[in-house]
């Protein structure tokens, strides 16, 4: 059986595949610094070179900012294609001083590798590097046809990414994608994520006098801007925790008593969430829970606020202007746009005439949900079981993933996301590891993925059943 | 007539008193500048050395900070006594290039001196010190006893001078306050003031997570500070300017109807002050006018606010904490403390438990008022008349002077605020200047003022009609 071969190949090779990610991850590809700049070259050849060695015809696509590896081994129009999407660039490892170990020099301890992009994104991404070397080394061939996009600017918002992908619909054409970029549940419970919150975001000015004026002079008699910002701006979200946005949650999805029982039986100990977040109680929606909050319905956070005299001690100025940055998340079927426009909407209406008000809107992208029951979603489910000896949870994220809402809106292909990684992981933050185990038994599932996909046959777009 | 001579004495010696004042405008004391030290001692001695030679006994009373010039001169008990305030320190004159003629190098032209502190307030001090030069050359005595305080610190909150008047009560000993350091009210309209607010102000700071949280991740479960700032900052001044603080207004002092009708006849241009402000509509409660919701009714401003991310561009977070920078204007006879503790209640029976709230407490001063029936201000208003040949309007300010509230508070006295400067003086600003005719008026009409006060005969305490 091939798929044998390809798993005793992987398992025989575990060794070599983790000397070559640490030669990966010895180039400090961090996009945002532009010191890095030959780095990131140099990390785009590598993965380019190491997809090649696995079988894969691979090409560099140059863009405004750094290369896409782009690569395709294809069998058959009749096996269903995975389009597998992962990035080489990697944030700034500040603080260093905190690390352990220097974040770019990886060493192995505790069971861990440690060192920057570990696990974000370069352990994660290599183990279907590892899982493809291994069915064309050993089995010569692979199961289904598979394409790779592997971007260097996730770091730094993915500007590149998504006119690559309105560029070569037809090239990236694929029944589904693949990204292991999120986490596992919990410490042995590995996961499936089949909803992300969409997001969107605005900044709000209110402009008042021509300067800051002396609140003794004129106080009582100027509107003043910071006062107007703060009605306004607390005006969004009631006490409750419910947006009070007229039609905020028209288009809201309900969600439903499956999915509700489900959720409720993941564990989840509310407590050490709260210890852990150093809050001491939590907030929002009484008739929700916890996980539903952050995982299914919208939210509304103010991001940064700013007025006036910020300095030590007072100093008595109405000030000439108020800025909030508010960002949404979204769940579908909202549409970015459209929130928006009921915001300014609900804003405007409560601006007096003694200010004015500029509202400046952000890009951004609608929630995503995929059927827990397609095919291919219950052809990852056995792979996983198959990689780490447990059935994964299926869980939704709180946050975006840009990415899979243009592959759905570009490309018409519903994403699954197989994280291998675990939230304790220190992506983001010094020390930053990934589990030798979670490396191994990621690329065991990888390579069981294969042959699971090509099982279900073409699905093309027939998951896609949320397209926006 | 000895009143005579002494006016006699001011009109001739007009361009000796202008001299003198340039000298003390080339002293460069900026109270706020540590470079300055050495002018703050050159500028104490040179008003000692000119009180001396007025004929005024005088020292310099070490402080924390910048010393206290005290003067006396004391005719006889049966007389009044008059304490005279005043400042020898100055603003920054940043920004400097935007000064026609350097600001430490005083020179006249288009019939203004113009120099930092011309107006504010070394000349407007230096009229009474001409004024009491002109007495006791001119005439041999003053008619009234005079005490002078002249302090290097108003400009940066005058700090060491409520220790001075705690510390010296008997030696201050008054019957009535005198301080030029406010502005006529219109071009050829002198006014007294007769009203000030009073002020209280506060921070009060939200927190919420131990560190900023990605939104992504826990917006909707976990209170985001700034949301909540934004609401019970937003909920502190209603939709109509109405401040919704229960009891806030308890202690408000009406304003009479015969003092609406002289407000309501001192000529008041709206759209010229909205024009100059820089707003589209004025703002407040309605039932008020515009002087009077900025001289005769509390306010509430926000100072300043930050949280979170305030650079450019969206940063989806959940900040750790919120900060508002809050001050009211309080009129008679509203208590700072009580007014804080009204806030305070206020803000922490809004304020959800999954948040905490710090709040910290600004020292404030009661709002003033005083009689303007009085026999002093009865002197005060003929003694304008003689200097500047019109009657006095009386106003109110909205501003604050603790100095005043410390007379009465600490002293038992009352103050008759004579300003002969002008609004458009330019004060705390680039190009300050003093009108040489409202230099000569403002010297004249103190040259009447010791004259009109000893008329009244002692009058201590009498007025003092509203010690908090």
Request: net charge negative; proline share 6%.
């Amino acid at each position: 059986m091939s798929i044998e071969a390809a798993k005793r190949y992987a398992e025989e090779h575990f060794d070599d595949f983790l000397d070559d990610l640490k030669q990966l991850l010895r180039i400090p590809s961090v996009s945002a610094d532009p010191r890095h700049r030959e780095d990131m070259q140099r990390a785009a050849e590598f993965v380019r070179d190491r997809l090649a060695a696995a079988g894969v015809e691979t090409r560099l696509v140059a863009t405004d900012g750094f290369p896409i590896v782009y690569g395709e081994r294809l069998r058959s129009d009749d096996r269903p294609t995975a389009l597998v999407y992962g990035h080489y660039d990697v944030q700034p490892p500040d603080p260093v001083d905190q690390w352990v170990s220097p974040p770019f020099e990886p060493v192995v301890r505790e069971g861990c590798v440690w060192a920057r992009g570990a696990t974000d994104d370069k352990g994660q991404l290599f183990t279907h590097i590892a899982a493809v070397h291994s069915w064309t080394t050993a089995a010569g061939e692979l199961p289904v046809n598979v394409k790779f996009v592997i971007e260097g600017e996730e770091e730094v918002g993915s500007r590149s990414l998504e006119t690559f992908l309105q560029d070569n619909r037809e090239l990236l054409s694929a029944d589904v994608a693949v990204v292991s970029d999120t986490s596992q549940y919990g410490d042995g419970i590995p996961a499936i994520t089949y909803g992300l919150r969409g997001i969107t975001a605005c900044e709000v000015t209110v402009r008042g006098p021509r300067q800051d004026l002396h609140s003794g002079v004129f106080g009582g008699a100027v509107a003043n801007p910071a006062n107007v910002l703060a009605r306004l701006i607390g005006s969004l979200v009631g006490p409750d925790g419910r947006i009070a946005v007229s039609g905020f949650y028209d288009a809201v999805r309900p969600i439903g008593e499956e999915e509700r029982r489900r959720l409720a039986a993941l564990p989840f100990d509310e407590q050490a969430f709260l210890r852990e977040v150093g809050v001491p109680a939590s907030f929002g929606e009484p008739e929700f829970s916890i996980l539903e909050r952050r995982w299914c319905r919208p939210s509304c956070d103010v991001n940064g606020l700013v007025s006036g005299y910020t300095g030590e001690g007072p100093k008595t100025i109405i000030p000439q202007s108020a800025v909030a940055k508010v960002s949404f998340r979204l769940v579908p079927d909202q549409d970015p746009d459209a929130v928006l426009d009921a915001v300014e909407r609900h804003l405007r209406e409560r601006c007096p005439p003694a200010v004015t008000l500029q509202f400046r809107r952000y890009h951004g992208c609608p929630g995503v949900v995929i059927d827990t029951d397609s095919a291919f979603m219950q052809a990852a489910r056995r792979a996983i079981r198959a990689g780490f000896g447990a059935d994964p949870v299926l869980i939704r994220e709180g946050g975006s993933i840009p990415v899979v809402a243009s592959f759905r809106a570009i490309l018409g292909v519903d994403t699954l996301l197989l994280g291998w990684g675990r939230n304790s992981d220190n992506l983001h933050a010094p020390n930053e590891h990934f589990h030798l185990d979670d490396f191994r038994h990621g690329m065991l599932a990888s390579v069981a993925l294969w042959d699971e996909l090509a099982r279900c046959g073409r699905q093309r777009r027939q998951s896609a059943t949320d397209i926006a």
